[in-house]
T-cell receptor, first 113, second 114 residues
């Protein structure tokens, strides 16, 4: 079993739709959770991070963590064609300078105009 | 100015060859990484260096050897390239500040072994 599991998709939605992206993780020691966005032929970029259970909102994006069920979600409201990318969930294992990011497989999202 | 830059962007080479990928960051970060992304977009850490010291060495064939001449540079040398080494290799860097750490990635080096 991978440490972080993510449905690779692809996921195709019409413009304006609400998108839900999900990950599960196996180790309850993970305490820091991130979403990275990767456009085609580019490196990943941090989109959102959170370290506690609950919701964190940033514009059209909401990150949600449920530590009791080891579940991470990213919601995108009013999705735009510019949101078309691969979304990678990640957890930080260990401290920042000795730890490592463990990524899910990434979900490819296409938002159609 | 590019924060994390890798060269080359594309690399096509034959099996058995030795090749290097270079990475430089101008962010003043203390920690640098190499990640490998396979054809299914799965991104996995290979190595990390903190202030030129090897911190993480995942289960990577010893044909892969990272070298950090200073904390702004982390190069990756690969000996005796194999078909299975074909992937996109990403360099990344972070600044140590506890858990609230953002990794900055380069654009990637697309390696194709033929």
């Amino acid at each position: 079993q991978k440490e972080v599991e993510q449905d690779p998709g692809p996921l195709s939605v019409p413009e304006g739709a609400i998108v839900s992206l999900n990950c599960t993780y196996s180790n309850s020691a993970f305490q820091y959770f991130m979403w990275y966005r990767q456009y085609s032929r580019k490196g990943p970029e941090l989109l959102m991070y959170t370290y506690s259970s609950g919701n964190k909102e940033d514009g059209r994006f909401t990150a949600q963590v449920d530590k009791s069920s080891k579940y991470i979600s990213l919601f995108i409201r009013d999705s735009q064609p510019s949101d078309s990318a691969t979304y990678l969930c990640a957890v930080l294992y260990g401290s920042s300078n000795t730890g490592k990011l463990i990524f899910g497989q990434g979900t490819t999202l296409q938002v159609k105009p | 100015d590019t924060a994390v830059s890798q060269t080359p962007k594309y690399l096509v080479t034959q099996m058995g060859n030795d090749k290097s990928i270079k990475c430089e960051q101008n962010l003043g970060h203390d920690t640098m990484y190499w990640y490998k992304q396979d054809s299914k977009k799965f991104l996995k850490i290979m190595f990390s260096y903190n202030n030129k010291e090897l911190i993480i060495n995942e289960t990577v064939p010893n044909r892969f050897s990272p070298k950090s001449p200073d904390k702004a540079h982390l190069n990756l040398h690969i000996n005796s390239l194999e078909l299975g080494d074909s992937a996109v290799y990403f360099c990344a860097s972070t600044q140590d500040r506890g858990l609230d750490t953002e990794a900055f990635f380069g654009q990637g080096t697309r390696l194709t072994v033929v």
